[in-house]
């Protein structure tokens, strides 16, 4: 079939996953093999802004990265060229500069932009849609939380990693008749908390989606130490708050990049001190933070990746524009953008994180709630 794009480029946007450089690679090898170029605009919308790209090639830039953590293109949080920040006769205004990027991207040539991203990403590239630019979406996050695919390339390795620490915790929390409560990431969807319990063999999981009752919480506990087991580990994601109460918040932040958004922290915390009072036993915070998203991935995550890189590119090929590539029953498929953002329809309006983003959250029906209620882990309810 004759290629419908003569020259592509990626962009990688929000924060960084493991597996960012093996969809990249993926997407240049079966670019080569298609002849088409492939360039990678730097630190994500902001290269589309101010035009900063580089040539990528399977023989140099994009060589040996498979198994490499980060992105060789880096990677931009909060950046919306739609509502972007920036400071006119000293005072801070909000303004749409996709015009700009739009004329890049036409001036230059590029016939499809390929995003790497979470939902604000996806919200993003939707609304360059509507500008006219051909874009392709490859779903990233190791919350899990994108709409209209069942899993994003770098989930499988933040699982992994809170396993890890999970089996760690076990044994110092056994060796010191305490509890051990792990806070990882997943700021509106329980994702990372709730499979990582079930693989760490931890007994309690609070996730956004489940508002906790601690006294439940500590009654698991109880239920341990009737049975002489006077040790507990507890997973808690990032988002996750107590019934009729807040999520907790470290700060409102910038990062000078023109969105402000929340970050979150500290529930981890709460919970080791409440369950401390509760039950007796010593408890202990250990927050996994950005470990989550480092380093090499998984094999499962290089595999997808890889899957997720060439369907992509696939689909620029066949002339499959404004789509989000996904994973739908064990299937590569594309939806519409459209679908993908729901009801966030309005351009440039928000950012991920909203009431308005059009998320993947647990559902109470998922076989992972149902399978840790089967094996007792309680959820905080
Ligand atoms: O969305 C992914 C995520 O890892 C969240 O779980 C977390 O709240 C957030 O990114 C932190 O991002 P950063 O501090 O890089 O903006």
Redesign the pocket.
Known sequence: MESKVKKVAILAN??DVSGFNAVIRAIVKTAERNHVECYGFIDGYHGLLKNNYIRLSSADTASGILAKGGSIISSS??ANVFHYKVIEDGKEVYKDLSEQCVQNVKEDGFDCIFTLG?DSTQKSARDFSLRGINVIGVPK???NDVACTDITFGYNTAVSVATEALDRLHTTAETHDRIMVLEV???EAGWIALESAIAGGADIALIPEIPYDIEKAAEAIKRRQAIGKNFAVVVVS?GAFPKGGEVSVVHERD?GKGVI?I??GGVGEKVAEALEKLTGLTARCNVLG?M??GGTPTAFDRVLSTKYGAKAMEFAVQGKFNVLTVLKDGKLDCVSLEEVVGNNKEIGAVQ?GTPESNVRVVTMDHDLVKTARDIGISLGD
């Open positions: 929000g924060g949080t909060n979470g996050t190791i919350d990431m997943g700021r990032e990062g958004n970050q979150l950005y989550q998203r991920g």
